[in-house]
């Protein structure tokens, strides 16, 4: 059979904070390729691309999500560095790929896993992945450059791609609400998540790392940037703080993002005593153990593509309790608690309330389990080749 040839983007790859974009594109580079007989259909080749780079700064990022030797893609290397080739993209429409390389002209298809939206090939479909739409309804959330880079894509998008996959029907709602994007060529397809096993004594080492010692702790995780919620998060937590039966420490786990400073939660943690610990950015190891070492995983944000931080902590058997927006109900069901978005005193209130419950977080912790067994990278592999064959006409 013949194989689909799959151009796909992993500048992502390459950007710090890679983000859950990054996790996406990595899983899709490690799980599309597969032979014929595997797929049970036509079989599936990658030929990545990124923008100018060094080739050992390639490696050593896709060596940071476990690509490594026969793992790692076939990339193709465009000379233009990413600003100067996104700004080409979205402004000009070129270079196309087909100019900028053979091996791309030879693709049966291009997918851009994210908003940097390469000109439509001549002889190939084109597929983009649009997570969300928060750029354009949380606009302050976002500096003026991330703004318009989106705006560029999201119009890129809407003029260019055949296909358009969300990960959430919540996300293909505002996508449809608030960009000139088609319902009729959105399809849904969800993230998956990865069971990872805890390594043995790590959380031991991660709590001395951190300064934890043996006191409970409530987990955040995520990139730092205004959506997050985590001023409300903090000063929700005054609520542990008051509970004197409680002795938790919050834990905030995350590399900085959009409009992060350092002095962005000096404020709202002053008067927390000491108890609010910013980790920064974690390897995958270190972040399973705090998920299976946390009491209580909360995610307050006010907006979110898919929430992936939600099934991790599910996936560790931990309690979640998230903010009550439509993807986070998509996503975490009857599986997790909710607090009222924006609702410091409620979300401080719900944690203290299951701080206290142990056989209330035992039982969402159980349910949380059965839910995230419902979500796989494999399952969102196998309906991404099933969107690639029907921009192929199959």
């Not at 990658?46 to 893609?73: M, Q, T, W």
């Not at 190939?124 to 318009?148: E, F, K, M, N, S």
């Not at 934890?212 to 730092?224: I, N």
């Not at 927390?272 to 270190?286: N, S």
């Amino acid at each position: 059979m013949k194989k689909i040839r799959v151009g796909l983007n992993l500048e992502q790859l390459l950007l710090r904070p890679s983000g859950g974009i990054g996790r996406y594109s990595a899983e899709l580079a490690r799980l599309l390729p597969v032979s014929g007989s595997a797929a049970g259909d036509d079989g599936v080749e990658v030929v990545g691309f990124v923008s100018r780079h060094s080739a050992a700064s390639v490696v050593k990022s896709y060596a940071a999500f476990g690509l490594v030797g026969d793992s790692a893609p076939e990339t193709v290397r465009i000379s233009l560095p990413r600003p100067v080739l996104f700004d080409c993209w979205g402004v000009l429409g070129r270079p196309k790929l087909s100019s900028l390389s053979r091996r791309l002209a030879a693709v049966d298809i291009v997918h851009a896993p994210s908003l940097a939206v390469p000109p439509h090939p001549k002889s190939a479909p084109l597929v983009v992945t649009v997570h969300d739409a928060a750029p354009l309804i949380h606009p302050d959330t976002y500096p003026r450059r991330g703004r318009w880079f989106h705006e560029r894509g999201f119009a890129a998008t809407a003029r260019r791609a055949d296909l358009v996959i969300a990960p959430t029907q919540a996300a293909a709602e505002e996508i449809m609400e608030f960009t000139d994007i088609s319902a009729d060529r959105i399809r849904i397809v969800p993230h998956g998540v990865t069971d990872r096993p805890v390594v043995p004594g790590l959380l031991k080492q991660v709590r001395t790392d951190l300064e934890l010692g043996e006191e409970p702790f409530v987990l955040w995780v995520g990139t730092l940037e205004p959506r997050k919620n985590l001023p409300v998060l903090v000063e929700a937590f005054h609520s542990v703080l008051a509970a004197r039966d409680l002795p938790h420490r919050l834990v905030l786990a995350g590399p900085k993002g959009w409009l992060s400073t350092a002095s962005s939660l000096e404020h709202p943690a002053a008067g927390l005593e000491g108890r609010v610990c910013v980790a920064g950015e974690l390897t995958d190891e270190q972040l399973v153990a705090l998920y299976s070492g946390a009491d209580l995983m909360v995610l307050p944000s006010r907006h979110e593509g898919f929430g992936l931080p939600v099934l991790e902590a599910m996936t560790q058997g931990t309690a979640v309790l998230c903010s009550d927006i439509p993807v986070l109900r998509e996503v975490g069901g009857e599986a997790a608690a909710y607090a009222p978005v924006d609702d410091a005193a409620s979300l401080g209130e719900a944690m203290v309330e299951l701080l206290r419950d142990d056989f209330e977080r035992e039982r969402l912790g159980e349910a949380g389990k059965k839910r995230a067994e419902k979500f796989s990278w494999r399952q969102c592999v196998s309906l991404t080749r099933a969107v690639y064959r029907e921009a192929l006409g199959g």
